[in-house]
């Protein structure tokens, strides 16, 4: 089978949370991650094809963590599964500049799985 996304993405072996900055709330977990988007997954669907600001914390090579936040549009949404369980892409859309760097150091860490 042929991968034809443009950038690598990064196996997510933590859990890491996922929040709505406008609603304060978790909506899910991260499944993996590249420097153009990610998937999570999700107790419930978001509303399709809307656009999010959401925010998560990935430690650095000290192990220390770093909030990021990006804005991010939801592309789609699949059942998973496991009975209540939703899988989600996100493209982002708007990422600081030094976030973006962070996020491409964090996928490129050495000894990171892909998928």
Known sequence: MND?????R???NLNI??????????IGKLSNLSETGML???HQ?????ALYQLRFRLPDNSGVERSVEVG????????AAAPGQVW???????????????????VDEPGSQYV
């Open 88 to 106: 989600t892409g996100f493209r982002f859309i708007d990422v600081a500049p030094a976030d973006l760097a962070f996020i491409r150091d964090w």
């Open 72 to 79: 991010a549009h939801e592309l789609w949404a699949d059942d």
């Open 45 to 49: 669907p978001l509303m399709n094809d």
């Open 40 to 42: 999570l997954i999700m």
């Open 17 to 26: 949370e996922i929040f709505d900055t406008m609603t304060e709330t978790s």
């Open 4 to 8: 034809y996304r443009r950038a690598k």
């Open 10 to 12: 990064r196996k997510i």
